[in-house]
């Protein structure tokens, strides 16, 4: 069981910044891959980015590129979530999710990719 523990959201203004984390049970470094994912209301989760730590290779959904960066800390078991540049568009629960194995079922941007999940941190963005 790996358990994921999101902070860092909160209220910001159109343009601002916010670091999102994820403290995990077990080594980071242990995990397949790891993601951020994202939930308007009304609207199913999205994917947001993935690190892939055996070679540490991210990819984005294309409206963060550029403004979000997505990276891990092994010594303290946790992955993190730099957003700059945010819009009222990034207004969503923010999850994070951990994949312990490869499964070649799927795609790293789909949930079912994934084994556990954080419960989630609320990033609002005023305009």
């Known amino acids: 069981q790996v358990q994921l523990v999101e902070s860092g959201g909160g209220l910001v203004q159109a343009g601002g910044s916010l670091r999102l984390a994820c403290a995990a049970s077990?080594?980071?470094?242990?995990?397949?891959?790891m993601a951020w994912f994202r939930q308007a209301p009304g609207k199913e989760r999205q994917f947001v980015a993935v690190?892939?730590?055996?070679?540490?290779?991210?990819y984005y959904e294309d409206s963060v590129k550029g403004r979000f960066t997505i990276s891990t800390d092994n010594a303290k078991n946790t992955l993190y979530l730099k957003m700059n540049s945010l819009t009222p568009e990034d207004t969503a629960v923010y999850y994070c999710?951990?994949?312990?194995?490869?499964?070649?079922?799927?795609?790293?941007?789909?949930?079912?990719?994934?084994?556990?999940w954080g419960q989630g941190t609320q990033v609002t963005v005023s305009s």
């Open positions: 999710a951990a994949a312990t194995y490869y499964s070649g079922n799927y795609h790293y941007s789909e949930t079912d990719y994934y084994d556990y």
């Open positions: 077990e080594r980071t470094s242990r995990q397949y891959a």
């Open positions: 690190i892939a730590l055996s070679g540490t290779s991210t």
